[in-house]
């Protein structure tokens, strides 16, 4: 089972800007957390930032037939991108919406996710943690789904 984390713009900047908000851990931190996680459990994990929305769209449609599941912290354009959103409808994975601060406590722009509707869950305002409990709640649903797709009676229709 292979979980793509995918990060949006500025979040290469953790532990420089706005340390107040963010937190003092950087990207990189996060992510080796997340990996052993992911040894722990058996998930592959595979890790993607960008700075640019264009990349961010063609990470989400490589991650079709490729990954079973999608952590994302969109960052600035959870709330500007439509593109994004489509992109995540479009390939039909369980994905996660995650961010460090609490979008609903900030200003009032940052209180519209455009992604959160397609998402299967939202976590806000549990700083870097926040990943680590995405991890956990994704390893969940694929197991689930796993379980679900082994339920399900084998077909015998002769070739
Ligand atoms: C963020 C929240 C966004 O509003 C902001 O633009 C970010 C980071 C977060 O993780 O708290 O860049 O996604």
Redesign the pocket.
């Known amino acids: 089972m292979k979980i793509a984390v995918i990060q949006?713009?500025?979040?290469n900047m953790l532990g420089i800007r706005e340390k107040n908000i963010?937190g003092s851990m950087k990207l990189e931190d996060i992510h080796s957390q997340m990996k052993a996680f992911a040894e722990q459990n058996k998930l592959e994990v595979e890790f993607f930032q960008s700075n640019l929305e264009g990349e961010i769209v063609d990470k989400i449609q490589e991650c079709m037939g490729d990954a079973d599941g999608i952590i994302i912290?969109?960052?600035?354009y959870?709330?500007t991108s439509i593109a994004i959103r489509d992109a995540l409808t479009a390939v039909q994975l369980p994905t996660l919406e995650v961010?460090?601060?609490n979008?609903y406590q900030?200003e009032e722009f940052?209180h519209t996710s455009l992604i959160a509707p397609v998402c299967a869950g939202q976590i806000t305002g549990m700083g870097p943690f926040g990943y680590h409990l995405a991890m956990v709640g994704m390893g969940q649903m694929l197991n689930e789904v796993k379980m679900m797709k082994e339920r399900q009676p084998k077909t015998n229709i002769p070739s």
């Open positions: 949006g713009p500025n979040l963010y912290n969109p960052a600035a959870t709330h961010h460090l601060s979008i900030r940052r």
